[in-house]
DNA sequence: GTCTATAATCAGATAGAC
DNA sequence: GTCTATCTGATTATAGAC
């Protein structure tokens, strides 16, 4: 193989990222080597640590990223007033997001444990925001009278739960197009809370 | 350290597969050696292979018992008559038995990746076995005109999703006791079916 | 049944050539 | 900016002593 010569920082970088997000999607974090990850960028190992200090790192920088632009665009969309119309742009939101990002989600959630201590509170600081994004939109409509929830905090819980779950089935291509995902999905939770 | 002597293979074996359980669901397979589980359960690394044939191995025996386990217990608490009935000892059953388990739960959900091809079909396998055991359910009840619901595959995946969420959050001695959280997810379920 | 020792491989990360 | 070479240490699994 020819050696590779001049700069190309502006596009390695990212495409060190997106392989890293690939192979910890589809293996896990623990069992991906730096070399596989070097393999599929074209470059050798070492030169992976021009884009990352450490493995931990490019790790922390994923979920971190991920759930930050969540948290952003979220912030974005929610301008409703109605509890109800909260909750249901809320859903809708969350299922084309997380379908739209199967790899970063799956990290986001599968990889905590291997996320070293402060890493790991930082990201879970983050995820606990956004669900206190949905926590709020319950709250707001329990006190309007909108929804009858006996403990808001757990119907938080079960509705992201069940939301997320969307991923572990959902094909492009399937059986069910997208837009019927959505309001199937938000019939579910709109009866669930009683509204 | 003195050398062990004398037979203890009929304690050491479950000792091996506790202590992999445990370790698996803390950090990973991948991220577990097999020294960190013979260091465990007290021998060296050499002699856990006197229970196992190989790592990936003692990752399948995990799964497939824990999942074999779960059909089992399920099919002698099946007896409701009625869908509506069946839906509650359902969710009470699932919710109940994921809460006693977390580790088994967790390692057969998160560790789907790291199985060879064809353990992962025989997983895989186990595990639709017990989707449809609820989706039987859904469609007795849509026939009854007990449950309305458009979908009765996305509203299993869904209802799955959000049951086995609750390992996520509860804990033993937290806000809420066992009984409370198995009745506020069950009238969750109940009202998003339709029932 | 368990140990020690070892084979063969692979890991993350760094140094220095180009 | 990337490569090659290398350091250091860990990995799974096996062989043979006891």
Redesign the interface.
Known sequence: MARKTGSHSEITGPLVRAAAQRLIA??????VSMRQIASAVGVQAGALYLYTPDKQTLLFNIMRDHLQELLTTWADQAQHEHPIGRLETFCKFHINYHIDRPDEVFIAY?EM??LEPDNFAAIETLRHEYEDQLETILLAGQSSGDFKL??SR??T??????L???N??YQEDGR?SRQ??ER??W???R????A
């Open positions: 589809a293996h896990g974090f623990a069992a599968m444990r291997n006996p403990d757990l119907a819980m079960a509705i992201i739960a069940m997320t779950g969307v572990t089935w069910l019927r995902v199937i999905y019939n579910m939770v009866r669930a809370v009683g």
